[in-house]
């Protein structure tokens, strides 16, 4: 391969990239919006049921029973599980914060999976990157501002996200050595949609009108589009050129705020969000540099 075939497949997989994070932000945005006429249980089964149905119509006629094979049933259960856990979390903290906040808290989970990892797996860290995480840690702050008025229990919610989040992440570093990445999005869909179809009862209720059924199809379009464009985009750029651009995410994120809610962050947001982006694209590419696996992007 030339260096301007190499460079021009980078370049694609950067706009790849770009475009599936754009989709999260639509995504995250569609929720908040929805979240005021519908249940977020709803919303969590029509992002996971379309996601279910779209990768099997897509790849099991492909890859047939291999699209099926893992190593590790348990672990794919136990994934999905959490990645379920992940998606309710998030789709009712959003209900409470900013779609621009919102995303820019959860791009501390790459600092989280640090400090786990230091704690829980007795890894070495180095003082960079415990400085990188003091640093995210900090601009998080400036993002909820505990003591003030809009402080609540409402904002552990993230906290509690960003934390399952990262459990999630360290768990499909472990399964990536072994498992084939369509076969975990596979089992994700179907766990996801599964859990959530057993408790949907409890909570179902008829769709208010066709917009909001609309916007529910729109939450696993935008989601099942995004991850399959993440894929494209780490199949034809190094993980170290990708990194920094993850973090577009926030910009598309406050943009959507801004033209659906009419949100603009203020100052102290602003320098928070300015730290995370600062503190986590670092730590990220450090990962990146240092051929460990690399943390997918937030799975909404």
């Known amino acids: 391969m030339t260096a301007h075939t190499s460079g021009a ?3 694609l997989g950067v706009a790849f990239l770009v475009l599936a994070v754009a989709c999260f932000a639509v ?7 929805v979240g005021a006429f519908v249940p ?3 919303a969590v089964w029509f992002r996971y049921l379309f996601q279910a149905v779209a990768v099997s119509a897509f790849m099991l ?5 291999r699209l099926l094979h893992t190593e590790h049933p348990r672990f794919q259960l136990l994934r999905g599980a959490l990645l379920l856990t992940v998606s309710a979390l998030s789709f009712v ?3 409470f914060m900013p779609v621009g906040e919102f995303t820019a808290f959860v791009m501390t989970t790459p600092l989280v999976v640090t400090l786990l990892a230091a704690v829980f797996l007795k890894e070495q860290v180095s003082l960079l990157r415990w400085m ?14 505990p003591g003030g008025a809009s402080f609540g229990w409402a904002t552990l919610l993230p906290l509690a996200m960003v934390f399952t989040y990262a459990w999630f992440q360290i768990l499909t570093s472990r399964l990536a050595r072994t498992e084939d990445p369509m076969t975990m999005h596979f089992y994700t869909g179907w766990v996801g949609a599964l859990i959530a ?9 008829t769709m208010p009108d066709a917009t909001t059924f609309a916007i529910l ?5 935008m989601g099942t589009v995004g991850h399959f464009l993440l894929i494209l985009a780490f199949a034809r750029a190094p993980a170290s050129t990708l990194t920094p651009y993850l973090y577009t995410q926030i910009g598309f994120a406050m943009l959507c705020g801004w033209l659906v809610f009419d949100h603009v962050p203020g100052a102290l947001e602003l320098t928070g969000i300015a730290l995370i982006v600062l503190c986590g694209a670092t730590a990220s590419w450090l990962t990146a540099r240092e051929k460990q696996p690399l943390l997918q992007p937030p799975e909404p």
Not at 61 to 65: F, I, L, T
């Open 9 to 11: 497949r980078a370049t």
């Open 27 to 33: 995504l995250d945005t569609a929720v908040k919006y």
């Open 40 to 42: 977020v249980l709803v």
């Open 61 to 65: 006629p492909v890859r047939g029973r």
């Open 93 to 95: 903290a959003v209900q």
């Open 132 to 145: 990188l995480v003091g640093g995210g840690f900090l601009g998080a702050l400036l993002v909820v501002q």
């Open 197 to 205: 179809s057993a408790v949907l009862p409890l909570v179902w209720q």
């Open 217 to 221: 199809c729109l939450i696993g379009l």
